[in-house]
């Protein structure tokens, strides 16, 4: 009895020290993790992305692009999604990841969306996520762009300084603001890893006061038109 107490007093601090050490190294990773399965992954997000995006037509509603776009990732041999599939039309495109669209919205001949994957291939998380336009607005297409411009920035001073994940978004904050755009800040990236990245409790990029490692970090830009009710969103994993 003695000795059956003893193993469950070490086999309790060996949890919890393990816990700890996940709580609070946020940028650990498991046993399996392999950089090169994580750009795969990036690569394959990327791609059902794109093709999800070529299968969205004018007159399809919400719920039925966000059905669609699991067919795409099944078709793909995805092995699981890790976060649920998201395609935002028109005004919801300013809403948060977890906010709930507002109604079931069709697509309109002058409409712009964003779709947001999070997929686990060969058991590494891939998170992408990319705004189109339909039409010929032209304040739509110039968010689109504003948004993927602002991204490519923000990365760029990522790769040149090895800044922390805190100054990162300082800096996405007045880049926005340079360019004209409000960048909601409420979203300010997370990370990723072999599956499933949650177990470390690694809180925001954007409160990260480390410099954020290569290929552990999904770096998320939303900016929101500033008079009209729409919005863009880009993301990708922060990788050399």
């Not at 949890?15 to 650990?28: E, G, R, S, V």
């Not at 994957?117 to 339909?134: C, I, K, M, P, R």
Request: proline share 2%.
């Amino acid at each position: 009895m003695k000795s059956k107490g003893i193993y469950h007093t070490l086999q309790y601090s060996l949890t919890t020290n393990l816990q700890d050490t996940m709580t609070h190294n946020k940028q650990a990773v498991g046993t399996n993790f392999d950089i090169q399965k994580m750009r795969f992954a990036r690569d394959q997000t990327f791609e059902a992305v794109n093709r999800i995006a070529d299968k969205v037509t004018v007159g399809m509603t919400e719920l039925d692009a966000r059905a669609m776009a699991m067919d795409v990732l099944r078709e793909m041999g995805m092995d699981r999604i890790w976060h649920p599939a998201l395609v935002r039309f028109g005004a919801n495109t300013l809403k948060k990841f977890n906010q709930v669209s507002e109604g079931n919205p069709i697509l309109q001949p002058n409409d712009i969306f964003f779709v947001d994957l999070g997929v686990v291939w060969d058991g590494h998380e891939g998170d992408a996520g990319s705004t189109f336009v339909v039409g010929d607005d032209a304040d739509m297409r110039a968010c689109a762009d504003a948004c993927k411009l602002i991204y490519d920035e923000v990365e760029a001073y990522w790769h040149k300084t090895c800044c922390s994940g805190k100054a990162l978004y300082d800096y996405a904050e007045q880049v926005a603001s340079t360019h004209g755009w409000r960048l909601n800040v409420e979203i300010r990236g997370h990370r990723v890893s072999d599956f499933p990245h949650a177990i470390y409790r690694a809180g925001d990029l954007g409160d990260l006061d480390e410099v954020p490692e290569v290929g552990l970090w999904i770096l998320e830009i939303q900016i929101a038109h500033p008079s009209k009710l729409f919005g863009a969103f880009y993301e990708d994993l922060l990788v050399k």
